[in-house]
């Protein structure tokens, strides 16, 4: 259940309520300002799931850690933007590697 609004909603009632919102917005608009808007909630959306997932995982590593060995929030934080940093730089290396290997053909 999500609560919106301090109103209990099912999944299939907050989606219904997307598709509604989003038919409604289509008569109301231009093709190109219907655009800017979809791209506008895009951006929303994404803030959205970027911020809630990266708390996700805060959340989650502090429950893994035990009374003794507990880390503080910030601790935490530099451990989690160490791995998303070493995580791009290998796909960094990858995609130097196979653009040289493409150059190379």
Excluded: P, R
């Excluded at 989650?60 to 989690?80: A, H, M, R, Y």
């Amino acid at each position: 259940m999500i609560k919106v609004f301090n109103i209990k909603l099912d999944s299939y009632s907050f989606t219904g309520m997307a598709v509604i919102v989003g038919y409604l917005l289509t008569n109301e608009f231009d093709v190109l300002e219907q655009a800017a808007l979809g791209a506008w909630f895009n951006v929303v959306g994404d803030i959205l799931a970027s911020n809630s997932s990266f708390s996700a995982i805060l959340e989650e590593q502090s429950d893994n850690f035990d009374l003794e060995g507990q880390k503080d929030d910030t601790e935490i934080d530099l451990e989690t933007i160490d791995k998303a940093i070493d995580k791009l730089k290998e796909s960094i290396e990858k995609i130097k590697k196979e653009k040289k290997f493409n150059n190379d053909d």
